[in-house]
Structure formats: C-alpha cells, structure tokens
C-alpha cells in the first residue's frame, strides 16, 4: 500500500470518526501525523478477551477450586512471559520490553517507572483482566506474579485499582 493510499483509508475513517489525528510536526512540506482510534472506533474494533478470560476463570473456579484457578492463572503468566524476547539486564527495560509484547498479544497498555528500592510501578491503561478482576480480584495479580516473576525473578507483585484518570491498575513489582 502506497502512503497516498494510506493517507485515504484514514481519511476515510476520519470522515466517520473512528479515528482522530494530530499533528507532530515533521519536516516542511512533509507533516507528521499521529493517528488514533477515537471512542467510536475503540468501540467498533474492540477486543473482548476478557469474555473469554471470565468464562475460563469462572469455569476453573468451579472446577477446581479457587486457589487452583488462581495456580492455572499465574501459570499461563510464565508461559506467556517464556515467549518474550528480551537481552536486556536492566528491570525497567525487561518490564518494558513485556509490556511491548503484550501490547498487541492481549491488548494490554502501560508505563513503568521506578520507584523506591528499586520497586516497579506499571500503571495499566488497558488490561485484558480489568473485567474478569471484578469477579475474580485475584486474577489480574495472579497472572503477572507468573508473568513479571518470570522475567523479573520477583514473585512480590501487587496490583491496586485506579479510580481516577484514564488507568484501569497499578501493578507494584518489588525488587527481587
């Protein structure tokens, strides 16, 4: 596809707002756009994983115990934390890293930073458990234990609600 072309389907999506741009400067004569999923388009596009997660949870909550299901969780946060490619020695950048692969695997969107002794703060802004956590709190903790533990050789995470601005969770990674 040609930028001409990729410059139309995106105006096209504009005009019926499922997308929204702005402009980031660029070289003259060649501006540099950023393009988004407007409201509208992140309800057109969604992805529901989180039906498929709760339906999972709920099914092995009942089948075999809530501390199990919570077991089967965490695990699928190793597996899932065996599939990231990172050379990195720095925690910071290894978070990053995961959090880059999870991106368009489970859409899921954070920032980190580093807080006292080293700790990690990943503030989630997308999350495919924010759903299937209101049902079953211990999910969302459970799965990055596996999946941060995994990378980071921690197995202290902790993960707290955010009430205000655009966040969904804080996940807290101590140092390991």
């Known amino acids: ?27 003259p004569n060649r501006p540099t756009h950023l393009y988004r999923l407007s409201e509208a388009g992140k309800a057109t596009f969604i992805k529901r994983y989180d ?15 809530p501390d199990a299901a919570l077991r089967l969780v965490e ?25 880059a692969y999870l991106d368009p695997t489970v859409a899921c ?5 580093v807080g006292p002794a080293g700790a990690l703060r990943v503030v ?25 533990g995994t990378l980071l050789g921690t197995r202290a995470v902790t993960c ?3 009430s205000e601005g655009l966040a969904c969770c804080a996940l807290s990674v101590e140092a390991g």
């Not at 039906?51 to 115990?65: D, K, P, Q, S, Y």
């Open 160 to 162: 707290s609600p955010v």
């Open 1 to 27: 596809m040609t930028p001409v072309g990729i410059r139309q389907h995106l105006s096209a999506l504009e005009d019926r707002g499922l997308v929204t741009h702005r402009k980031l400067g660029g070289q």
């Open 75 to 99: 695990h699928a946060g190793i597996q899932v934390a065996s599939e990231v490619a990172t050379q990195s020695s720095d925690r910071a950048t290894k978070a990053h890293d995961a959090l």
């Open 109 to 113: 969107r954070g920032d980190i930073s």
């Open 51 to 65: 039906l498929l997660a709760a339906a999972l949870v709920r099914t092995a909550t009942e089948e075999l115990g």
């Open 124 to 148: 989630l802004y997308q999350c495919p458990f924010q759903s299937v956590s209101k049902e079953h709190p211990g999910v969302c903790p459970a799965f990055f234990r596996g999946f941060f």
